[in-house]
């Protein structure tokens, strides 16, 4: 495993079951009627300034990252999870560059019947989910 993400080497900063109204999906139900979308992150970063100091400056700003998020989850419709889920990532990163990795996590409750939930788990390094911006934007201009 990567450096960055050894659990001795970092901490874990967490969002846990976030729940935001959004569009996802390839049906056309889907495409049009807003759904329930689960999301959990770990970020990880080196927390001990904060614990030290215990200023707000010095920590990765859960909330900040939440609200962006949120912004994000509301305002696209991508029609697959993998998608968002990758674009979380990116946007945990670009939230503080403190956070050196993300996991995040997307559930979409009930999309299957005869389950709980389905969705993407993904892991990366910083720099592979900054990478994903400049991907996107070649797709989008090819």
């Given at each position: 495993?990567?450096?960055e993400?050894?659990?001795?080497s970092?901490d874990?900063v967490?969002?846990?079951?976030l729940?935001?109204?959004?569009i996802?999906?390839i049906n056309?139900?889907?495409?049009?009627?807003?759904?329930?979308i689960?999301?959990?992150?770990?970020m990880w970063a080196d927390?001990?300034?904060a614990?030290?100091?215990?200023a707000?400056d010095d920590?990765?700003?859960?909330?900040t990252?939440a609200?962006?998020m949120?912004?994000?989850?509301?305002?696209t419709?991508?029609y697959l999870?993998?998608?968002?889920?990758?674009?979380?990532a990116?946007?945990c990163c670009?939230?503080?560059p403190?956070?050196?990795?993300v996991e995040?996590t997307v559930?979409?409750?009930?999309?299957?019947?005869?389950?709980?939930?389905?969705?993407?788990?993904i892991?990366?390094?910083r720099a592979?989910a900054?990478?994903?911006?400049?991907m996107?934007?070649?797709?989008?201009a090819?």
């Amino acid at each position: 495993m990567d450096r960055e993400l050894q659990p001795d080497s970092l901490d874990q900063v967490f969002i846990k079951n976030l729940l935001v109204r959004g569009i996802v999906g390839i049906n056309a139900d889907e495409r049009k009627n807003r759904q329930d979308i689960l999301v959990n992150v770990v970020m990880w970063a080196d927390t001990r300034a904060a614990g030290a100091s215990d200023a707000i400056d010095d920590a990765v700003n859960y909330r900040t990252a939440a609200k962006a998020m949120i912004a994000h989850i509301e305002s696209t419709g991508p029609y697959l999870v993998e998608r968002l889920v990758a674009d979380l990532a990116r946007i945990c990163c670009e939230t503080d560059p403190r956070i050196r990795a993300v996991e995040v996590t997307v559930e979409k409750p009930g999309a299957v019947r005869f389950s709980e939930s389905v969705g993407v788990t993904i892991r990366r390094t910083r720099a592979e989910a900054l990478g994903h911006a400049h991907m996107a934007a070649a797709a989008t201009a090819a």
